[in-house]
């Protein structure tokens, strides 16, 4: 039996990979979780690691540290296995068992590792071909595996997508592998253990390749191909390890063959169109005549610039029925999965050969029929045309959607609501936070912005899914890193996309629009430097710093952040201010005209400004964590004065400010830029006033949304900022749900109160942006919040209000598990709280009360005198 005194540790983790396997870090850093009694404390740790040539262990190492310690060992080499486990020991002497072993696996480290090169079919000619789609070749190769086999991996990426088959049988289930990347300057490769496709004799490999990200059509306003290269290529290392530790190598090179097969062509914008019929069976087996098939070409690819992922890949992650499904004619379904969504439909058909089912999607339905308007230049159809004979289940490789309905034509026969599923897509990030109240809205508000992030975070953070767009833009994830790194563990994939961030940044530092930077028009190509968007590079690792513990990760793009306040210090005038140059101001605001989404009410200066001084005090911060001590003292400084310039230009006497809006003062509040504690008092209660006068609907864009309920609260206007959180007239947060809505749109009135959608070329149903407000559902709603990075302390701070009667929010914390639910009941304010090993806790009661918390699960109870009246 096992003693509840003695401490427990869970798996370890390394760096933040759910799985460790094919990574690119010689020496990851360890994390590690323990349960123990309340009070328990680690004073020491042990590390020990299990490899080819022994078992190694450290000594006692002393220190309370369990999130992302040193790799202590030896550095692990090019394709190295060990086991790793931990155990530790309290300052009551107390030890633990050993945790259960992880397993770690290297992928290739150095360029040096790659023999494999960048094959393409062989096109003798290369005429210069019209800006359409390719049709997606196959390639293959065929080689003799000896019987003696102890383990084979496969690394492998592409230009454009690719999906692998060895001996007629898939490997792997990522999804549009190897992902958008930076591809000029890094380009993502997968490790996959292979050893159980290979037997004894003649085998094959075989790949589809598809034009993806690398060579597809991309972006607005008809949009770019070709824009990374205009042809498709596989690198592919199999290495296949023997008993006796040989090494059999079969890598691309000229030997493979390159041929055609069924899919006619597929983008992810317009789909996928199939030909069963031209299916080449047996083509990934072995002794396939691939006599007609042609030679590849070898193509440029630096091996330098190959890397292993740091987050997992996309995954299918779920599984929808329809929840409706109507025939508008004979040879028509309309199908409704309940829910809007990021993925591809499977269909499961009969019928003669040559017979074409097409799958159209679409967001909303208008008059009962695809509303397709929002998708502006992306056609999102696919079509499959069937072999004939038994039921087909087919599903596009290369594309997915942005929808909730499907029309499906060419339907014959068959249970549609069998032979119909959605199938979700998205980057297979581990969840971590939850929230719950006892108003039925909000919790739905709630799961659609948990549904908007697991749309848009489809290998990177995009800003919608469905229409011809689909970028990283740099302002919507600055908005919402805190809450989705609340709501999923996202930093080893938002780790990767802030490195292209800063190779794409430019030579002055003008960080992008959107990353990876694509042309997009006069308005957005060349990029400006833009506040709110720019500031990404030194507020987004800020935020995945202080909810992951990860000071590397602050390290890694602390250039970029210096880089990105420096350009701006050049911009900015004698006093600070940065009052020149365009501006998306407060982008969205409901009052701006549709034709102009930036022609907001509040000064697009105030803001920039506002951002300048936010931006510099985190580069300050930051400098102090990294030990960079003058830039600490000259960035804080620079902070200083621009705060300065901010309260002179902007702040009237009084607390009041230039612009009379709920987003210049929610700004001035959030970013500390007010002169005293007076005008933060004034501030906060001229923003309440404002939010009242309006009825307490929305009046703030992408800017001032996420920011307008925190700064209610902290100013103590949290009556003011439910009454806001529960309007349900337009604009507001529920008034979406009036109408349906199972994600956060882009617009507050993406569709009309009289059901009709936004006549506006800009209106999309899946934006996470507006969503932020999630951040205060946790933080103030709930009362969950973080008082040192990683959740090491924890402060509990409910704010009933609302009519809420209850609330509850938990978050998988680089410590273990935090939770709170509060309850009100008759007179009294009862909260329960986990607050795991290894951090501290206290709540902060509406009182001013402060109740210091141990470790494990405690329920507290005061009487709140206000609850009668909620």
């Keep these: 039996m096992s003693d509840e005194r003695i401490p427990a540790v869970a798996v370890p983790t390394a760096e933040h990979h759910r799985e460790p396997f094919g990574i690119g870090e010689s020496s990851p850093r360890i994390s590690w979780k323990t349960t123990a009694p309340a009070g328990w404390t680690q004073q020491a740790y042990q590390i020990e690691a299990t490899r080819a040539d022994g078992t190694w262990r450290t000594g006692w190492l002393t220190s309370r540290d369990s999130v992302l310690v040193a790799w202590p060992l030896r550095p692990l080499a090019s394709r190295e296995a060990c086991e790793v486990r931990v155990r530790v020991r309290g300052t009551d002497q107390m030890t633990s068992g050993w945790s259960r072993p992880l397993r770690i696996e290297t992928g290739l480290l150095t360029p040096a590792d790659w023999t494999a090169r960048a094959v393409s079919p062989h096109e003798p000619h290369r005429p210069q071909r019209p800006d359409a789609e390719r049709r997606p070749p196959l390639l293959r190769k065929e080689f003799a595996v000896a019987a003696d086999v102890e383990r084979a991996r496969l690394y492998v990426t592409a230009h454009g997508l690719y999906e692998i088959e060895i001996n007629g049988r898939r490997v792997g289930d990522h999804a549009l592998a190897p992902g958008w990347t930076s591809y000029h300057h890094r380009l993502r490769y997968q490790t996959h253990d292979v050893t159980d496709h290979l037997r004894a004799g003649a085998n094959a490999i075989g790949a589809w390749l598809a034009d993806g990200w690398y060579r597809g059509r991309l972006g607005f306003g008809g949009g770019h191909t070709d824009l990374y290269g205009d042809r498709v290529a596989l690198i592919a290392q199999l290495e296949i390890v023997h008993r006796d530790g040989t090494v059999t190598v079969v890598g691309t090179d000229t030997s493979w063959r390159a041929g055609q097969g069924p899919v006619l062509s597929s983008g992810l914008l317009d789909g996928e169109t199939y030909d069963a019929r031209e299916e080449v069976p047996g083509w990934s087996g072995p002794g396939f005549d691939d006599g007609d098939w042609s030679p590849v070409d070898i193509v440029d690819r630096d091996p330098a610039t190959l890397v292993a992922p740091t987050g997992p890949p996309v995954r299918c992650t779920e599984e929808i029925a329809p929840v409706l499904v109507t025939a508008p004619d004979t040879d028509r379904l309309l199908v409704d999965f309940g829910q809007n969504l990021v993925g591809r439909v ?502 001013g009360g402060v109740s210091t918390l141990p470790t494990g699960t405690t329920t507290t109870r005061r009487p709140y005198p206000g609850s009668g009246s909620h």
């Design 346 to 847: 499977r269909v499961t058909v009969t019928g003669p050969a040559g017979h074409t089912v097409v799958i159209r999607h679409a967001e909303v339905l208008q008059d009962g029929e695809l509303c397709v308007r929002p998708l502006r230049d992306a056609a999102s159809t696919d079509r499959y045309t069937l072999r004939g004979g038994a039921p087909e289940t087919w599903e596009p490789r290369f594309t997915v959607h942005g929808f909730r309905y499907a029309e499906i034509t060419g339907w014959h026969g068959g249970d549609p609501y069998r032979d119909i599923v959605a199938r979700v897509h998205h980057t297979d990030m581990a969840r971590t936070g939850w929230f719950a109240c006892s108003d039925e809205q909000v919790n739905r508000l709630h799961e659609n912005i948990v549904w908007s992030l697991r749309g848009n975070f489809v290998d990177l953070p995009t800003d919608c899914p469905q229409r011809d767009e689909r970028l990283g833009w740099t302002g919507d994830i600055q908005v919402f890193a805190p809450t989705a790194a609340f709501l999923y563990d996202c930093h080893g994939m938002l780790a990767s996309w802030l490195r292209d961030v800063a190779v794409e940044q430019h030579d002055d530092g003008t960080v992008p629009w959107y990353v990876p930077e694509i042309p997009g028009g006069e308005q957005w190509t060349p990029a400006r430097p833009g506040a709110g968007w720019g500031d990404v590079v030194a507020l987004t690792p800020w935020d995945l710093y202080r909810s992951s513990g990860d000071t590397a990760l602050l390290a890694a793009q602390y250039e970029s952040a210096r880089r990105w306040v420096d350009l701006i210090t050049g911009l900015a005038d004698e006093s600070g201010l940065w009052n020149r140059g365009y501006q998306l101001g407060d982008w969205l605001d409901p009052f701006a005209p549709p034709e102009d989404p930036s022609a907001g009410r509040t000064d697009r200066h105030l803001i920039a400004t506002a951002y300048y001084a936010w931006s510099l005090r985190h580069v300050a911060w930051t400098a102090e964590v990294l030990g960079r001590e003058d830039d600490r003292d000259r960035y804080g400084e620079l902070a200083r004065r621009v705060r300065q310039a901010f309260a002179d230009a902007y702040v009237l006497p009084g607390g009041l400010m230039t612009s009379d809006t709920q987003t210049a003062y929610a700004v001035a509040l959030q970013f500390d830029l007010l002169p005293d504690a007076a005008s933060r008092v004034a501030a906060g209660q001229r923003l309440a006033e404002l939010v009242a006068a309006g009825g307490h609907t929305i009046q703030t864009g992408f800017i001032g949304t996420p920011l307008v309920a925190p700064a209610l609260s902290t100013t103590q206007h949290d009556d003011t900022a439910y009454a806001l959180l529960l309007q349900q007239e337009c604009p507001s947060w529920l008034y979406a749900l009036k109408h349906d809505a199972t994600t956060i749109w882009e617009r507050w009135d993406s569709m009309l109160p009289d059901g009709t959608v936004n006549p506006g070329e800009m209106t999309s149903f899946n934006h996470y942006a507006l969503g932020a407000v999630a951040q205060w559902l946790h933080s103030t709603v709930a009362g969950l919040a973080m008082d040192a990075p990683g959740y090491r302390d924890i402060v509990f701070r409910p704010r009933p209000g609302g009519g809420l009667t209850w609330a509850s929010a938990d978050h998988e914390s680089p410590y273990g598990r935090v939770a709170i639910r509060w309850e009100l009941q008759e007179a009294n304010l009862t909260v329960e709280t986990t607050v795991p090993t290894g951090a501290t806790g206290r709540i902060e009661w509406p009182d």
